[in-house]
């Protein structure tokens, strides 16, 4: 019986480097690697040795016979991955870790961010380079969005963190976190300790609506929303109000699916998580009954992967139904077996009235083809007002046009899901069109010039915008560190002109409240035995203060 992959598949590929029949695609040498929802593995080639389950950092992979209930569907997605892209399975070129010239000496490398990304491209310093690594972080905590972004109920998802945990106690890694680039320090100052930078800092800012209305109360960015709900210490515990008993949610991406499934989810089941003590207690008092997604486009370009979909059909007491309209209907009776349009084949359509309050009962309700105008009310959201598109492809490109038609949705929480969006970084070039940093295959490049700028490098989103999931970012990272390693065997890293020890002096000169290893592990274990005495992996300290408090009470017990 074959393997398949599920929904948590991170994209991680560590099951494609374990597999000895490589039935397990795309590959990282594939060009669609970069851009697939997910990885699948061809039932036809599968000999079932369960080698690919064993490597999955995030436990995705199980065999196809153990899937079972609304799980099965994972099995087909499998299945039709192969039918739509034939494979004879044969293996490309070998790929060889790079390695630093011997008259380079150990380079030692600044990463600036401690999420995915960063990670990865420590992981390939110190493992294939034998850098020596500083880490450096504006939150006394690192992860990134794996802490901060990954949804509650997806714990499978967040395992991938452990392993990256083994990074932190490598002796030739040193770590600066609650320190902030161009407030802490500046990036010179960096450089000048440090052969190289790369910046990993993602993308942080959410995208605008820019419809009239958008500041208003009851306005949220998904940003916000889902650090509320996963103790990003930088959002208050009072940002998000659960007095509404309809929430829209514009967009229908993979985030956009997180925030309505954490409104309907039962509580007491997201209380075996590692959710913020404050979003539960939230959770738990909500008078939210139902969730409006809005989607500008028809269902077959939904922006959610197929994965994700299947798991809303998991949610025990929550009912799923799909908008009524003769577009959709046309889109998904003319759907291919393989389109997103054909996941909604069997989930109910019905007219739904949203002028008026929802009904009893908790539902999600997906409307496709409308995209809103304004936000209405008197200081506070009270009304979404909503157009109805048309959605045509020509020469290769999707076009979206508005019929005319308008209706009014009563809400008063909006929760905008239209994407991330980078920010400046302090001392680097920026891109404010794409939000990213300007870079040759991760070499920062000066604008001014056109040149590279010295010794600058920028790695996952913040190099090719919020795109991929948390495993695309090990090909990302690679292709930096291969550049670096080419300016490496050609001379272009200056050495620096201060030591490891001087620069952990200006940190701690600079800013006295940054957080080194030992306040982090005790953190960490504050955090798991708090979780452990209440049956959950952990229970997070969701401000600066309680993070600063408890690492520096127990920093000095063993490591």
């Known amino acids: 019986m074959a393997y398949a992959i599920t929904q948590t598949c991170c994209n991680d590929a560590s099951c494609v480097s374990v597999c000895p029949v490589n039935c397990i695609h795309p590959t990282p040498d594939d060009p669609a690697f970069g851009t697939t929802e997910m990885l699948y593995v061809d039932p036809q080639t599968c000999i079932d040795c369960g080698a690919c389950a064993d490597a999955c950092p995030v436990e995705a992979i199980f065999?196809?016979?153990?899937?079972?209930?609304?799980?099965?569907?994972?099995?087909?997605?499998?299945?039709?991955?192969?039918?739509?892209?034939?494979?004879?399975?044969?293996?490309?070129?070998?790929?060889?870790?790079?390695?630093?010239?011997?008259?380079?000496?150990?380079?030692?490398?600044?990463?600036?961010?401690?999420?995915?990304a960063a990670n990865y491209t420590a992981q390939s310093l110190l493992r294939a380079v034998g850098a020596e690594v500083t880490m450096i972080d504006r939150l006394p905590v690192p992860g990134g969005l794996i802490r901060h972004g990954v949804a509650p109920d997806h714990q499978s998802t967040k395992r991938i963190a452990d392993a990256f945990a083994g990074l932190y106690r490598h002796p030739r890694l040193?770590?600066?976190?609650?320190?902030?680039?161009g407030k802490d320090l500046t990036h010179a100052q960096i450089a000048a300790h440090h052969h190289a930078v790369v910046y990993a800092v993602g993308a942080s800012a959410d995208r605008a609506l820019n419809i009239p209305g958008e500041d208003a109360t009851g306005s949220v960015a998904a940003t916000t929303f889902v650090g509320w709900y996963n103790a990003d210490p930088t959002v208050p515990a009072t940002a998000v109000d659960l007095s509404a008993e309809r929430v829209v949610v514009v967009g229908n991406g993979n985030v956009a699916l997180d925030v309505a499934r954490i409104l309907v989810s039962d509580p007491e089941q997201l209380a075996r998580?590692?959710?913020?003590?404050?979003?539960?207690?939230?959770?738990?008092?909500?008078?939210v009954?139902?969730?409006?997604?809005?989607?500008?486009?028809?269902?077959?370009?939904?922006?959610?992967?197929?994965a994700e979909f299947l798991a809303l059909g998991r949610l025990p007491g929550v009912t799923l139904v799909v908008d009524d309209h003769p577009d959709v209907r046309s889109a998904v009776t003319a759907a291919a077996p393989s389109s997103k349009a054909a996941l909604l084949d069997g989930i109910a359509m019905q007219e739904v009235d949203l002028t008026v309050p929802p009904s009893g009962g908790r539902r999600i309700v997906l409307r496709f083809f409308s995209s809103p105008t304004e936000l209405r009310g008197d200081g506070r959201v009270e009304s979404v007002r909503v157009a109805r598109n048309t959605v045509s492809d020509r020469d290769g490109t999707t076009h979206v046009e508005r019929t005319g038609e308008q209706e009014t949705i009563a809400a008063t929480l909006v929760i905008r899901s239209i994407g991330h969006?980078?920010?400046?970084?302090?001392?680097?070039?920026f891109d404010p069109a794409t939000g990213?940093?300007?870079?040759?295959?991760?070499?920062?490049?000066?604008?001014?010039?056109?040149?590279p700028l010295p010794a600058t490098y920028v790695v996952g989103w913040a190099k090719r915008?919020?795109?991929?999931?948390?495993?695309?970012?090990?090909?990302?990272?690679?292709?930096?560190?291969?550049?670096?390693?080419?300016?490496?065997?050609?001379d272009l890293l200056p050495a620096p002109t201060g030591t490891s020890r001087d620069f952990a002096r200006l940190v701690r000169r600079q800013k006295p409240g940054a957080v080194g290893l030992r306040e982090m592990l005790a953190v960490d274990r504050v955090e798991r035995a708090n979780g452990q005495a209440a049956g959950r992996p952990r229970i997070k300290f969701a401000t600066l203060s309680e993070l600063r408090r408890a690492g520096s009470r127990f920093r000095r017990l063993p490591l």
């Open 63 to 116: 065999p196809v016979d153990s899937l079972v209930g609304p799980d099965s569907g994972y099995a087909r997605l499998n299945q039709q991955y192969y039918e739509a892209h034939p494979s004879d399975n044969t293996w490309g070129e070998p790929h060889f870790p790079r390695s630093v010239p011997q008259e380079a000496g150990t380079l030692r490398i600044a990463v600036v961010g401690t999420g995915p």
């Open 174 to 181: 040193r770590m600066h976190l609650n320190v902030e680039v």
């Open 273 to 287: 998580t590692d959710i913020s003590d404050h979003a539960l207690a939230a959770l738990r008092a909500s008078r």
């Open 289 to 306: 009954r139902e969730v409006v997604l809005l989607g500008r486009r028809g269902p077959g370009h939904a922006a959610y992967t197929r």
């Open 421 to 429: 969006r980078g920010v400046p970084i302090p001392g680097l070039p």
């Open 436 to 451: 990213t940093v300007p870079h040759r295959a991760g070499r920062v490049i000066d604008t001014g010039s056109d040149g």
């Open 465 to 490: 915008g919020p795109s991929g999931g948390i495993g695309t970012n090990r090909t990302c990272a690679a292709e930096t560190v291969d550049a670096m390693m080419d300016d490496a065997a050609d």
